[in-house]
């Protein structure tokens, strides 16, 4: 089946840093990626879709420059997380999809901003 | 919110029993699918349904789809103790370039 993976798994940094996280698809073609943010016992929130080679599109309430998104071929997309503060900490998930319309999702990252 | 619900929030059966969580939503779909979560990992994907089917079924898994009622719901037989997880229902609805829209969840717990 669809394999995507995410890196790091988790990641511990100070506030004010800034923090990438990588999702990749292992054996398909990603024309869409999906980042999502999950907190504790909560359900998935989708934070941006972006497409390879065009512009990630947020969703309503998503700070465009304090989440960078980078989509720079059909297999990689990246999140930024820039000048992380405590209250960024979270569960951050990627998905991908290819030509069907299942949503493939990595691992996930735990992000922890002391 | 287009956010769906999904009752039960929480669920706690047997091993061998049947579980039965049902999910609804607001908007018109293409299609909606239900994931697995295992307590802070990624989503494992269970099954898809399209908007113009209303049952589908995948090993022990059943899942009927009503678009008059905007309603779903998924159907595990002979639960096992390996199923305890959280159980996502997700919408990709009409119009939305296949952004997908999560339920509330359902907690499942599977005892022996």
């Known amino acids: 089946g669809a394999v995507v993976s995410q890196h790091p798994s988790w990641v511990i940094c100070k506030s004010g840093t800034s923090v990438k996280i990588e999702c990749r698809s292992l054996d398909f073609q990603a024309t869409t990626m999906f980042w999502y943010r999950q907190f504790p016992k909560q359900s998935l929130m989708l934070m941006a879709t972006s497409n390879e080679g065009s512009k990630a599109t947020y969703e309503q309430g998503v700070e465009k420059d304090k989440f960078l998104i980078n989509h720079a071929s059909l297999t990689l997309s990246t999140l930024t997380v820039t000048s992380a503060h405590p209250e960024d900490s979270s569960f951050y998930i990627c998905?991908?999809?290819?030509?069907?319309?299942?949503?493939?999702f990595g691992p996930g990252t735990r992000l922890t901003v002391l | 919110s287009q956010q769906g619900e999904e009752d039960p929030q929480a669920l706690s059966i047997q091993e061998g029993e049947n579980a039965t969580m049902n999910c609804s939503y607001k908007?018109?779909?293409?299609?909606l699918q239900w994931y697995r979560q295992n307590s802070g990992r990624g989503l494992v994907h269970l099954i898809l349904i399209r908007s113009n089917e209303r049952e589908k079924h995948s090993g022990r898994l059943r899942v009927t789809l009503d678009t008059s009622k905007k309603s779903s719901s998924l159907l595990i037989t002979a639960s096992r103790a390996a199923d305890t997880a959280s159980y996502f229902c997700?919408?990709?609805?009409?119009?939305?370039?296949?952004?997908?829209?999560f339920g509330t969840g359902t907690r499942l717990q599977v005892t022996l």
């Open positions: 908007t018109s779909i293409n299609n």
């Open positions: 997700a919408t990709d609805a009409t119009g939305t370039a296949s952004k997908l829209t």
């Open positions: 998905s991908a999809k290819g030509f069907t319309d299942t949503q493939y």
